[in-house]
């Protein structure tokens, strides 16, 4: 059974920065792709940046390239996302999933994290 944990989320002014991270349990994680996805209230979970399995892939959705930057340590099975020049509209909660494939989205990831609430006041 594998298990992602995130952590790192919480209250920003806008303008500033925040870093949040995902751990994961088992030793398969060099073996998938993962994404960090949010889900603001009313609103769709929406694709945010994904990572290919040795990190040197990667992608992110056009709200937050240039912004936003996506890493992973394999050695800690932990998949980070830093979040800069934040903006009110980046309010959401963030997840982290697994996939085996290179989609953007949800319905190809099988595995999620509970999420980690990130608040950009304005």
């Known amino acids: 059974q594998v298990q992602l944990v995130e952590s790192g989320g919480g209250l920003v002014q806008a303008g500033g920065s925040l870093s949040v991270s995902c751990a994961a349990s088992?030793?398969?994680?060099?073996?998938?792709?993962m994404g960090w996805f949010r889900q603001a209230p009313g609103k769709e979970r929406e694709f945010v940046a994904r990572?290919?399995?040795?990190?040197?892939?990667?992608g992110y959705a056009d709200s937050v390239k240039g912004r936003f930057t996506i890493s992973r340590d394999n050695a800690k099975n932990t998949v980070y996302l830093q979040m800069n020049s934040l903006k009110p509209e980046d309010t959401a909660v963030y997840y982290c999933?697994?996939?085996?494939?290179?989609?953007?989205?949800?319905?190809?990831?099988?595995?999620w994290g509970q999420g980690t609430q990130v608040t950009v006041s304005s």
């Open positions: 999933a697994r996939t085996s494939g290179w989609s953007i989205s949800p319905y190809e990831y099988d595995y």
């Open positions: 088992g030793r398969t994680f060099s073996s998938y792709n």
């Open positions: 990572i290919s399995r040795n990190g040197g892939g990667t």
